[in-house]
């Protein structure tokens, strides 16, 4: 059954299957709804279920387990949970971490990143193909088959710090802000996706500001990023992901609990007395930037996410 | 603006860069241009390539993560104990179990959701946002949510019966060996699935939509559409999908840390989760680099493979 056969079939022939086609649907979207319902419980039960426990004390959490009350906000409803979070853990000093972590990974990847991109794709220099040949070919290997062997060379790095009007000069970087800042800032992705945006702008435009005298620093800043903004919000969305979700790397690489970001702090819950309200309230706390954000920018997230499938 | 009153008045484009050609510009572009690439590349060789390289380097070491003297070389020590070690083979082969139940299903299930909200029908983005949630909830708290529900009086065996008139009891599920990874191989699903329908839906969204007309008028059913429309022009995004599900369940980590630590009886340790305890838990920086390097070779054959699919059909 190809496309190549419809120009042989018969006109009426096709006309009839279309409408006995037409008619009958009705029933079949009407399954179809039934299902896409069906999903969205599937996939919101267990969120909606984490944010109404998050209001209960345990006692009333384990006991409305049996019936449709779990999923529901009734009885003994507070915020007792989201005030306790913050009397057992640091809660408060985790999520400034990780904003601050998240925030300056994304605002200076996101420089280092189209700097990079801009010149691999707008300029004609020697050796441009071989570092870009470089930076695509990293592409496919996940950070987990090297952060063994990072976390032992981040042990060894140097790092010069300014005190009493000197300078020293120190060694190791293990629980630092900037052992958890540095290794994502250049993204091989994100220069490729800024690289393919780039390359949908006309060069004529370059040109023309060429010949107005601009430098390509100038052209990098007021003429090719300007019209970048899809690709920048493409970018920030798919760092600002990992960023706020990171895990291994700071469980590893921090041990200071004044360092730590959110999601490594979630581990203290289950030390001591697992307190599953409390639990709750944390995860939903941590979840709700995200989330928030997400719903904002759906669009450009759903766009980002598709955009990670055209390198296929 | 020194170049504009150089310039010849209503000279065309080419003669411009001609000029600049002339003048030397293709030395300051490769200054530029190495200029404006460096803060990325020093970055990459610093925290990409040389931890790379490191990662072959050290296994042949008997590096430690904090020690006061220096690595040896050992030669293939590491190798030797690592092929004798029956955790390595049993993580080796709880990663390969859950790759290979996980990339199927949730491929698929993927493609089902993404020809579900592909219709043309109202409301179609709400159901696209609500099957995406999971994916940007962040997997350790999904992985936590999931260890209460789990729990032998938890939400999941309550609902079971509910929903079975108390014929399915259900099990703990994450301390029984047997129970263990399917539980996170579901939660796994559940959680990242979204994320591949997009995928399939912007692969669906690239197959004109005459296609589907010319079919229909030549009488072919929905089955049929699918298997001689759909599906073909599916090829890029099926590569790609199987790849990215195979190396992320290849990786898979973050879960069995949070919620079996590798138990019951090993029977969900995986090769990262193995890498991790041995390389920052023993501190055996060493060793942990030689499970990593299996690790590397194996995602290396995946996207090998995916290299040569390619290709071939391109």
């Not at chain 1, 970018?235 to 590893?252: E, G, H, K, Q, R």
């Not at chain 2, 590349?41 to 390289?53: D, K, Y």
């Not at chain 2, 992985?143 to 108390?166: E, H, K, T």
């Not at chain 2, 949070?258 to 090993?266: A, C, F, S, V």
Request: with cysteine; net charge positive.
């Amino acid at each position: 059954m190809t496309v190549t056969t419809i120009d042989h079939a018969p006109a009426p022939t096709r006309v009839a299957a279309a409408t006995e086609r037409a008619r009958r649907p009705g029933l079949r979207r009407a399954g179809g709804h039934l299902v896409r319902i069906l999903l969205v419980g599937f996939f919101a039960f267990p969120l909606v279920f984490m944010f109404v426990s998050s209001l209960k004390p345990d006692d009333q959490i384990f006991a409305d387990l049996s019936s449709i009350k779990a999923f529901l906000p009734v009885g003994d409803i507070s915020l007792a949970n989201y005030t306790g979070v913050f009397d057992t853990v640091p809660a408060a000093r985790f999520l400034i971490n990780s904003i601050a972590i998240t925030v300056i990974t994304v605002v200076i990847g996101l420089v280092v990143n189209s700097l990079a991109a801009f010149a691999l794709s707008r300029m004609r220099w020697r050796g441009s193909t071989l570092v870009l040949a470089a930076i695509i070919a990293t592409l496919v290997v996940p950070f987990e088959t090297f952060a063994l062997p990072l976390l032992w060379w981040v042990n060894k790095l140097p790092w010069v710090i300014f005190q009493e009007n000197q300078f020293f000069y120190t060694t190791g970087w293990l629980d630092t802000y900037r052992v958890q800042i540095f290794p994502f800032l250049a993204n091989a992705f994100s220069i490729y996706l800024f690289y393919s945006y780039f390359q949908s702008i006309p060069k004529t435009l370059d040109e023309a500001a060429r010949v107005d005298g601009a430098g390509w620093f100038r052209i990098y800043r007021s003429v090719v990023m300007p019209l970048a903004g899809p690709a920048i919000a493409t970018v920030a969305i798919l760092t600002f992901l990992p960023a706020w979700n990171s895990y291994l790397w700071p469980l590893m690489a921090v041990q200071s609990e004044e360092l730590r970001p959110v999601m490594v702090g979630v581990s203290y819950f289950m030390q001591q007395r697992v307190l599953w309200g409390q639990i709750m309230a944390y995860s939903t706390l941590i979840t709700i930037p995200v989330l928030v954000m997400f719903l904002a920018l759906q669009r450009q997230f759903i766009r980002s996410i598709a955009s990670s499938g055209v390198k296929g | 603006m020194a170049v504009t009153q150089e310039m010849p008045p209503r000279s065309g484009l080419r003669t411009d860069t001609a000029v600049r050609s002339r003048r030397g510009g293709w030395g300051h572009e490769t200054l530029m241009g190495s200029l404006m690439v460096t803060p990325a590349v020093l970055l990459l060789i610093v925290f990409f390539f040389i931890p790379v390289a490191l990662c072959f380097a050290l296994a042949f070491t008997n590096a430690r993560l904090i020690s006061p003297e220096p690595a040896r070389i050992i030669g293939f020590e590491n190798f030797s104990r690592l092929f004798g070690d029956p955790l390595f083979w049993k993580s080796l082969r709880n990663t390969f179990y859950f790759a290979v139940v996980v990339v199927p299903l949730q491929s698929g299930f993927a493609l089902l959701l993404a020809l579900l909200v592909n219709a043309r029908i109202r409301g179609v983005n709400f159901f696209r946002t609500l099957y995406f949630v999971p994916v940007v909830t962040s997997i350790v708290v999904v992985s936590i949510l999931w260890r209460f529900m789990y729990q032998p009086d938890g939400l999941v065996n309550s609902m079971l019966q509910a929903l079975s008139f108390n014929v399915i009891q259900g099990t703990d599920w994450l301390n029984n060996p047997a129970a263990a990874m399917p539980a996170i191989m579901f939660m796994s699903i559940w959680q990242a699935v979204g994320f591949h329908m997009v995928i399939w839906l912007s692969g669906l969204q690239t197959i004109p939509g005459e296609l589907y007309e010319a079919a229909e008028l030549d009488g072919a059913g929905k089955w049929q559409q699918f298997r001689y429309v759909t599906w073909p022009g599916l090829k890029a995004t099926r590569t790609f999908i199987l790849v990215t599900i195979t190396i992320a369940a290849l990786s898979l980590f973050a879960q069995i840390n949070i919620m079996t630590q590798g138990g019951p009886l090993d029977a969900t340790s995986t090769m990262v989760f193995q890498a991790v305890r041995v390389g920052y838990g023993q501190q055996e920086t060493a060793y942990a680099s030689t499970i990593s390097l299996v690790f590397f070779v194996l995602v290396l054959a995946v996207s090998l493979v995916q290299r040569y699919l390619t290709r071939e059909r391109g």
